[in-house]
């Protein structure tokens, strides 16, 4: 395993040649969005410039250049997560639109009134408001996993939680407290009760080598956009047969095997879940993009990941002692680069507005985890996340910033 | 480039820091009305007594969390409102919302020919100490912030009148 080189790494990504008031650009919100590097870039430019057609329709030299692509981009995705078939991804909008893809086609086709599906308390709206509509619509009843003291998943009553439940739809890691779940053993145990697994790998899958087959879920849902590409194009994974048994999502185009008056039949999995012209060139971007770290190594990543988180926490503690909470495990091994906290009498968003005076990018708010946000008692925090094209200097960049603006705030 | 400076005026932080007329007032005869940021999680909690004889605010008090610019317009607004007529409340929310909004119709490039609306609006209204929030329009973002304790005593006021009808 190569260490990650991250002054190279920083001339990939133009934004961040960019100035902001005057100051280098600190970009530490790659758990909302990540920046682009110039290989993807470049990949959906060639793209619209050179093999531009709709896809899977003409018989033209660059229609077909154009569905070649956007099928190896599928190819591509499908290996980075190790899925046994191609077929089982299923090009989506987003994270959220592959939840709700599940709780659409599978959770209505396959939920009645009084069945259970168990959430956590750290999931991202993207995972409990799809399910609360289901709930509202079918009468199903939606339990809870709560939180340790330490941030993590209280698993203690978990089998009571399962009985008699069908789905268990759970994040592989926070985007608010970082915390990284342990999926094998959840998904053995739902399965032992007969519930399947979605897992919401948005904040996982570009930060840490994932492997649906180990992990042994059922859904999987992820982005593009947090891992270098393109938005506008997310991913569904699931098993074969699954995918296969689920009713059609959206209608239209392109999931249609034929059509007539009287009715329709339906097109071959994935297309029948991709209706319409899709993202074709953000397909592209995101089969570049999955190009682009696997290159690095997704060990080399997490590494890189892990080393500067610990400086980041270390410092945060060193430097503001007690009148900073950090929000998140301790232990490095079970948390990822996505460190939220608090000033004691400080507003997330007061806090951020003067890092932005020094061109420090964090995000304040609830992160769409409002439920969470109840549970620790906040309002809102600030968060810090990190990526490949981030080092010590930047976390220096952010301590520096943050003690100006428990300057500025001082009570 | 507007600085921090232009946002976080020391009057604004003073507020921020020591709320005026915090607390709670029995409903009724007080109307207790509550406004939500969804965006950042800002709230606020207003108690609004209306004296119907005099038809003027009677007593304000204010509670909730949220960010210092939040907060501090909604300390302002309790104490720019108390102890004043119903009518004149009125023309100071037209007058505060009319300052955030011209500015912000500027920052998107509408010209220049919005200044005559805030001149009407502005008219015979002293505006004081609140003038000091006029910074924040410099901060889109942040307007929300500085408006929600406006929307929710407009809130207020609709449904006391309501009541009262």
Known sequence: MTALDVATVKRDFPILERKVNGKRLVYLDSASSAQKPIAVLDAMDDSYRRHYANIHRGVYTIAEEATAAFEAARRKVARFVNAPHAEEIVFTRNATESINLVAYSWARANLRAGDAIVLSHMEHHANVVPWQMLAAERGVELRWIPLTSDFRLDLSNLDALLDGARLLAISAMSNVLGTLNDIRPLADAAHTHGALVLVDACQYVPHVATDVQQWDADFIAFSSHKLCGPTGIGALWSRLELLEAMPPFLGGGEMIRDVRLDGFTTNDVPWKFEAGTPAIVEAVGFGAAVDYVTAFGMDAVRAHEVSLTGYALEALRDRFGESLTIYGPTDLDRRGGAVSFLFDGIHAHDVSQVLDEDAVCVRAGHHCAKPLMRQLGVPATTRASFYVYNDEADVDALIEALAKAQKFFAV | ?165
């Open chain 2, 1 to 165: 480039m507007a600085g921090i400076e232009d946002l976080y005026r020391e009057i604004i932080l003073d507020h921020y820091r020591s709320p005026r007329n915090r607390g709670e007032l029995p409903v009724p005869p007080a109307h207790k009305v509550e406004g939500f940021n969804p965006l950042c999680g800002d709230e606020v909690v207003l108690y609004l007594d209306v004296d119907p004889e005099s038809d003027a605010v009677r007593d304000v008090k204010i509670a909730g969390q949220g960010c210092s610019i939040s907060q501090a317009s909604t300390s302002m607004m309790s104490a720019a409102v108390k102890g004043r007529p119903l009518a004149e409340v009125r023309k100071l929310i037209r007058a505060f919302k009319a300052l955030m909004s011209i500015h912000e119709s500027k920052l998107e490039g509408e010209g220049e020919g919005d200044g005559s609306d805030l001149a009407a609006e502005l008219a015979g209204v002293r505006l004081g100490d609140l003038e000091a929030l006029q910074g924040v329009v410099k901060f889109p973002v942040r307007i929300k912030c500085a408006t929600l304790a406006w929307n929710t005593l407009q809130q207020a006021l609709d449904e006391t009148a309501q009541a009262q009808a």
